[in-house]
T-cell receptor
Framework: EAGVAQSPRYKIIEKRQSVAFWCNPI?????LYWYQQILGQGPKLLIQ????????DSQLPKDRFSAERLKGVDSTLKIQPAKLEDSAVYLC??????????????FGSGTRLTVV | GNSVTQMEGPVTLSEEAFLTINCTYT??????LFWYVQYPGEGLQLLLK?????DKGSNKGFEATYRKETTSFHLEKGSVQVSDSAVYFC??????????FGQGTTLQVKP
């Protein structure tokens, strides 16, 4: 089966600019996650969707980050305006069913964002 | 709250040496535990998992045992290869499916 698709693979922007990342999960996976991985750290969950509803966005900096999953399939994560500390790899993952991620939890290759 | 602590790296070993990467966790209840690996230039891959106390996860010669009494999930391999050089992440999973990762341990294996 096809994996989790993410684009772009790399992005360089200046601070205060905006950027958007796209994720297409594995077909049929109801749960979609966005993680942020800062260099030298483990990934941290930003937001979790179940179909097109938000399950957890407690660590999403809502003043600058937003995410949506219209139609419960692919998802977009946006940063506006970007700060230097947003430089990181943004990982998308999907799983099914909710809570049993170990049986289908798959990560995409990520988008590496550099803010200069 | 829930958290995962790993030994700091980098860990540098010679080929065929024994590997241990320590991992301890703090959690409410009994989470599932995982080891993920990230090879250079690649994405995160599940290495092994354990879902309850005393379970042993194993894959590709790596093993880890879920120790409830010591809240640990140490990763071991009897004989490492150069191809095992990567960053290893210990993680726990909450019932919602959220993964909480440790900071990662870099393993460098020299021929």
């Amino acid at each position: 089966e096809a994996g989790v698709a993410q684009s772009p693979r790399y992005k360089i922007i200046e601070k205060r600019q905006s950027v958007a990342f796209w994720c297409n999960p594995i077909s049929g996976h109801a749960t979609l996650y966005w993680y942020q991985q800062i260099l030298g750290q483990g990934p941290k969950l930003l937001i979790q969707f179940q179909n097109n509803g938000v399950v957890d966005d407690s660590q999403l900096p809502k003043d600058r980050f937003s995410a949506e999953r219209l139609k419960g399939v692919d998802s977009t994560l946006k940063i506006q305006p970007a700060k230097l500390e947003d430089s990181a790899v943004y990982l998308c993952a999907s799983s099914s069913p909710l809570g049993e991620g170990s049986y289908g939890y798959t990560f995409g290759s990520g988008t590496r964002l550099t803010v200069v | 709250g829930n958290s995962v602590t790993q030994m700091e790296g980098p860990v540098t070993l010679s080929e065929e040496a024994f590997l241990t990467i320590n991992c301890t966790y703090t959690a409410t209840g009994y989470p599932s535990l995982f080891w993920y690996v990230q090879y250079p230039g690649e994405g995160l891959q599940l290495l092994l998992k354990a879902t309850k106390a005393d379970d042993k996860g194993s894959n590709k010669g790596f093993e880890a045992t879920y120790r409830k009494e010591t809240t640990s999930f140490h990763l071991e391999k009897g004989s490492v290869q150069v191809s095992d050089s990567a960053v290893y992440f210990c993680a726990l999973m909450k019932t919602t499916g959220k993964l909480i990762f440790g900071q990662g341990t870099t393993l460098q294996v020299k021929p």
